[in-house]
């Protein structure tokens, strides 16, 4: 799948990585419900570190669409809060 991290750019990310994944999202997504600024954080810093981990970049200049959008490292709760669905930021 393509991921884009916001203000970074993009990464091939292999369909076997999901479920890790998934696993980092929901610990974001119980983080944002329960407004846990300090979780929110070490969750999010978490998910974007694994995703550079195991991503390979696509060149700067490609215009491919993205399957799934991740904020930026800096990114507050509220933003997080607001791009997140029932399912969190990865689907599945």
């Not at 076997?16 to 979780?39: I, R």
């Not at 997140?84 to 990865?90: C, F, K, S, V, Y």
Request: glycine share 6%; aromatic share 2%.
């Amino acid at each position: 799948m393509i991921v884009r991290i916001l203000g970074e750019g993009q990464l091939s990310v292999d369909d076997a990585e999901t479920a890790a994944l998934n696993e980092l999202d929901a610990k974001l997504a119980s983080a944002v419900d329960a407004g846990d600024e300090a979780a929110f954080r070490r969750a999010l810093n978490e998910l974007l570190a694994q995703v550079r981990a195991v991503g390979k970049p696509y060149p700067a200049d490609s215009l491919e669409p993205s399957e799934l959008i991740l904020p930026h490292e800096d990114a507050s709760l509220a933003e997080v809060r607001q791009m997140m669905t029932d399912e969190g930021l990865i689907p599945g």
